[in-house]
């Protein structure tokens, strides 16, 4: 299916944005569906002939990421981080010991804006591409390595990120399966953390992008005990079931 961008366009500057996320039909679709391309290239689950998966988190660095670093380097399983531009230069040091462990590093934006925002300012094309570029600037700088994959804040999409990721030469990912993990705090964690973990199981299947988070958007030390404890019980028990996991780059393109 063809769909027809150039009344999209046109609906661009009529106050959509701010129905964006409660919108329903194909505009809801274009925006928050994983399988939409409406605004540039979206992938959601690797080839499901091989039993392999990929573990990724936004929202990093974080003051807690080495812990998460230290879990997933006793199962050696490796993962792809989605860090925010302003989180890596608040903790550029985290940001580092994550590339230096071996994951792969993708871009998840400069500030982390809702794209679909009215107030983010228009032109968005604009905007959203040096949202984009200045995350790829920083990730580079201290990381020494530049992104190839993008997550969208929110997994919202707009008018002018296809433009900017096909600039910077990104694709975009979403994910298989979330976690729901940054809803919770460290209180009643455990419970919290087995019923994530038990929930995103039972959703699993070969091939799928899981998507969980080390950081809450801007937040200075956030609070991710239940995602290291969901990570903790999660990771053992897919390794069970005979799972692989695999950064992006290997999910997606096995030759890699
Ligand atoms: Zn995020």
Same mark, same amino acid.
């Given at each position: 299916?063809?769909?027809?961008?150039?009344?999209?366009?046109?609906?661009?500057?009529?106050?959509?944005? %701010?129905?964006?996320?409660?919108?329903?039909?194909?505009?809801?679709?274009?925006?928050?569906?994983?399988?939409?391309?409406?605004?540039? &290239?979206? @992938?959601?689950?690797?080839?499901?002939?091989?039993?392999?998966?990929?573990?990724?988190?936004?929202?990093?660095?974080?003051?807690?990421? #080495?812990?998460?670093?230290?879990?997933?380097?006793?199962?050696?399983? !490796?993962?792809?981080?989605?860090?925010?531009?302003?989180?890596?230069?608040?903790?550029?040091? @985290?940001?580092? %010991?994550?590339?230096?462990?071996?994951?792969?590093?993708?871009?998840?934006?400069?500030?982390?804006?809702?794209?679909?925002?009215?107030?983010?300012?228009?032109? !968005?094309?604009?905007?959203?591409?040096?949202?984009?570029?200045?995350?790829?600037?920083?990730? +580079?700088?201290? +990381?020494?390595?530049?992104? @190839?994959?993008?997550?969208?804040?929110?997994?919202?999409?707009?008018? *002018?990120?296809? #433009?900017?990721?096909?600039?910077?030469?990104?694709?975009?990912?979403?994910?298989?399966?979330?976690?729901?993990?940054?809803?919770?705090? *460290?209180?009643?964690?455990?419970?919290?953390?087995?019923?994530? %973990?038990?929930?995103? &199981?039972?959703?699993? &299947?070969?091939?799928?992008?899981?998507?969980?988070?080390?950081?809450?958007?801007?937040? @200075?030390? #956030?609070?991710?005990?239940?995602?290291?404890?969901?990570?903790?019980?999660?990771? !053992?028990?897919?390794?069970?079931?005979?799972?692989?996991?695999?950064?992006?780059?290997?999910?997606?393109?096995?030759?890699?």
């Amino acid at each position: 299916m063809v769909f027809a961008l150039p009344s999209l366009n046109a609906l661009a500057g009529s106050g959509l944005g %701010a129905a964006c996320l409660g919108g329903t039909g194909f505009m809801a679709w274009a925006v928050r569906g994983r399988s939409s391309q409406v605004f540039g &290239s979206s @992938v959601w689950r690797g080839s499901t002939s091989r039993r392999a998966l990929a573990l990724t988190f936004d929202d990093g660095p974080g003051e807690d990421t #080495p812990r998460l670093l230290e879990i997933l380097d006793r199962h050696r399983v !490796p993962a792809t981080f989605f860090q925010i531009g302003l989180n890596v230069k608040r903790l550029p040091g @985290v940001a580092r %010991a994550v590339s230096e462990a071996g994951h792969a590093i993708g871009n998840h934006s400069y500030s982390h804006p809702m794209f679909c925002n009215p107030r983010l300012g228009f032109p !968005p094309r604009r905007r959203i591409e040096e949202e984009l570029r200045l995350a790829q600037e920083a990730i +580079t700088e201290h +990381t020494g390595r530049v992104p @190839v994959w993008f997550r969208a804040p929110y997994g919202v999409r707009w008018f *002018g990120l296809g #433009p900017a990721l096909r600039s910077l030469g990104l694709t975009g990912i979403m994910w298989s399966v979330i976690g729901y993990d940054w809803k919770r705090t *460290g209180v009643g964690g455990n419970e919290a953390a087995q019923a994530i %973990a038990a929930r995103v &199981s039972r959703k699993i &299947s070969s091939g799928a992008i899981l998507c969980f988070h080390d950081g809450r958007e801007l937040r @200075v030390k #956030p609070d991710i005990v239940v995602t290291l404890e969901a990570v903790r019980r999660l990771v !053992p028990l897919l390794l069970d079931q005979g799972y692989q996991f695999e950064r992006l780059e290997n999910l997606l393109c096995p030759k890699n």
